[in-house]
């Protein structure tokens, strides 16, 4: 059974930075494609960034240059690095595999 737990989400002035954790359980996470997904109040979720299992990574425009996505197999553990954050980041961050395991989130809140 495969569960992802977040976490290091909070609040943080504009400009500041955040690193949020994912931890995977069960096998095969060094194969699977993670993803970072936020959603906002009334808006839809969206894709911020994903690494692959080869360490290919891929960003939304919105956050290129600030964020940067990782992973450490043998922890079995993606990071978000987040800096240079903007009040429009606020939102809650989800990771995911793409076989369809999500974590619970976590709320990101920028303040201006």
């Known amino acids: 059974q495969v569960q992802l737990v977040e976490s290091g989400g909070g609040l943080v002035q504009a400009g500041g930075s955040l690193r949020l954790s994912c931890a995977a359980s069960g096998s095969g996470f060094s194969i699977r494609v993670m993803g970072w997904y936020r959603q906002a109040p009334e808006k839809q979720r969206e894709l911020v960034a994903y690494?692959?299992?080869?360490?290919?990574?891929n960003y939304a425009d919105s956050v290129k240059g600030r964020f940067t996505v990782s992973r450490d197999n043998a922890k079995n553990t993606v990071y978000l690095q987040m800096n240079s954050l903007k009040p429009e980041d606020t939102a809650v961050y989800y990771c995911?595999?793409?076989?369809?395991?999500w974590g619970q989130g976590t709320q990101v809140t920028v303040s201006s």
């Open positions: 995911a595999d793409f076989v369809g395991h």
């Open positions: 690494i692959n299992s080869g360490g290919s990574t």
